[in-house]
């Protein structure tokens, strides 16, 4: 089992930076492909960034450029950097893990075995 906890959320301007942790319990946290996923007020959840057990990366094209997902399997921690932020990205974001170690970019929600609750961030205009 992996309980995941998301921090780092809170209320920026646009323009802003903001870094999301997510801590994750589990043995083989390295093993793991790891992913951010947001929801925003009336609509459905939709993926953000995805990084696997080796490091490899893959964003929406709405992160693309702007976020960078990073990872320390020693510290069992997942980053999303999140640069250049607009009043779209608010969402609650959701970091969510899936035990496979291979090299393969997963982007649905259901393609995800553990979540954590989720961090509130908000950008004003």
């Known amino acids: 089992q992996v309980q995941l906890v998301e921090s780092g959320g809170g209320l920026v301007q646009a323009g802003d930076s903001l870094r999301l942790s997510c801590t994750a319990s589990?043995?083989?946290?390295?093993?793991?492909?790891m992913g951010w996923f947001r929801q925003a007020p009336g609509k459905e959840r939709e993926f953000v960034a995805t990084?696997?057990?080796?490091?490899?990366?893959y964003y929406s094209a709405s992160a693309k450029g702007r976020f960078t997902i990073s990872r320390d399997n020693a510290k069992k921690l997942v980053y999303l950097q999140m640069n250049s932020l607009k009043p779209e990205d608010t969402a609650v974001y959701y970091c969510?893990?899936?035990?496979?170690?291979?090299?393969?970019?997963?982007?649905?929600?259901?393609?995800?075995?553990?979540w954590g609750r989720g961090t509130q961030v908000t950008v004003s205009s």
């Open positions: 990084i696997t057990w080796n490091d490899r990366t």
């Open positions: 969510a893990a899936r035990d496979f170690s291979g090299s393969y970019y997963f982007t649905g929600q259901d393609d995800y075995d553990y």
């Open positions: 589990g043995r083989t946290f390295s093993s793991y492909t």
